[in-house]
């Protein structure tokens, strides 16, 4: 009986000791399962084949001045496709420029971008620079720090135009009577590295853009600014750069007959050619009337009646003209011109001239306008 109870107690202790062996097998091994799991893949490290430096940041800005920054960048690899530039955290700063201008210097690329100040803090962006592959193949992403730049504010006088440039060429200009107070002068101009939209003249009756065109680094616009009719010039100045000191800029007020020739389809006709041909006929006329009193033959009256005739109609010309409702009354002889009228109902004006393409008429308070000749009555 003994016996037998040695061999059961000797068999319950064998299998307890297998069955803990087995749980912690299994123990284990599920821990080693969960830590397989959720460890992490060892991290692929991206190659670096961008190397970034600045060649060239200003030393001082003027809020409002438009400015540049290059960069070097040498690529390490031979085939790629482009270079992609991002950028982070700039302050009182505005990118102008989202692609850049670029220089190739053998394996070096000189990447020219334009920012705008629009604080006294300036804080050039932080660069990021990829190379861009058409494979699969991807690389790291290289980070050139920005850095602050001194920043000042201007003191502008009265007639400051709110242009800070590297130059400001007035090419042509040309002045015109808008209405019994008021002269327009029509101007156009180019620039270097500014913002011509920001142009704008105080002190004056009206004014507008007839068109622009802001390419950073030659920039052109066509202007016109009514003035009162004393003014004898057109004075403005504009903050040379490189100069780094106002510039004043005059255009003479010199009144002409017809608007401004800047392009060649508002060149006004001749007028002074139809004032000759009307003292040419007066002329005739007188002739015949003396020669037909003196000598009382009705030949000389042919010298009376046919210029008598040419000049009632050349006078019908300069005769009111019948405007359509809703015509659009135009500063300028041109379509993109400012429309400062659209005519209610339909009116009889002055014609005072005529391009190609438009009429010049006259209101009865004295006030000059373009209008189309597609919106003439006849047409």
Not at 116 to 122: R, W
Not at 143 to 153: A, H, M, P, V
Not at 196 to 210: Q, R, S, T, W, Y
Not at 353 to 362: A, I, L, R, Y
Request: hydrophobic letters at 40%; a neutral charge.
């Amino acid at each position: 009986m003994s016996k037998l109870a040695f061999i059961s107690f000797t068999l319950f202790v064998f299998l307890q000791s297998l069955f803990a062996q087995i749980e912690i097998e299994d123990i284990n091994a599920t821990a080693e399962n969960n830590l397989t799991q959720t460890q992490p893949p060892a991290e692929i490290i991206q190659p670096k084949v961008l190397y970034l430096s600045y060649i060239y940041t200003p030393k001082r800005v003027i809020k409002g001045e438009v400015f540049k920054i290059t960069l070097k960048t040498l690529p390490v690899i031979e085939n790629f496709d482009d270079i992609i530039y991002n950028f982070s955290d700039g302050r009182d700063i505005k990118l102008l420029t989202e692609k850049p201008y670029r220089e190739e210097d053998g394996r070096y690329f000189y990447d020219t971008f334009y920012f705008q100040a629009t604080g006294l803090h300036v804080k050039i962006p932080n660069v990021i620079a990829n190379i861009l592959t058409n494979t699969d193949e991807t690389y790291r992403p290289t980070t050139l720090l920005g850095k602050e730049i001194d920043t000042i504010s201007l003191h502008p006088r009265e007639d400051f135009c709110n242009i800070i440039a590297k130059d400001f060429l007035i090419k042509k200009y040309k002045t015109t009577v808008y209405d019994n107070k008021h002269n327009i002068v029509l101007f156009s101009a180019e620039a270097k590295q500014t913002i011509l939209a920001d142009f704008h003249l105080k002190n004056i009756f009206a004014e507008g853009f007839e068109s622009i065109t802001d390419t950073i680094e030659n920039s052109k616009m066509i202007y016109y600014a009514v003035i009162d009719n004393d003014k004898e010039n057109l004075v403005f100045t504009y903050f040379n750069i490189d100069k780094n000191d106002f510039v004043k800029l005059a255009i003479p007020i010199i009144v002409e007959d017809d608007s401004v020739a800047t392009q060649s389809d508002i060149n006004p006709h001749d007028q002074s050619k139809q004032k000759i041909k009307i003292i040419i006929a007066i002329s005739i006329i007188t002739l015949g009337l003396i020669l037909f009193l003196l000598r009382r033959r009705i030949f000389y009256l042919l010298l009376v009646i046919i210029p008598a005739i040419y000049l009632i109609i050349l006078m019908s010309k300069q005769q009111e003209i019948c405007i359509k409702q809703n015509s659009k009354i135009r500063i300028l002889p041109l379509y993109n011109s400012t429309i400062f009228e659209i005519t209610q109902q339909r009116m009889y004006l002055k014609k005072v001239g005529s391009t190609k393409n438009f009429t010049k008429v006259e209101f009865k308070n004295n006030k000059i306008g373009w209008i189309s000749n597609e919106d003439l009555c006849s047409n």
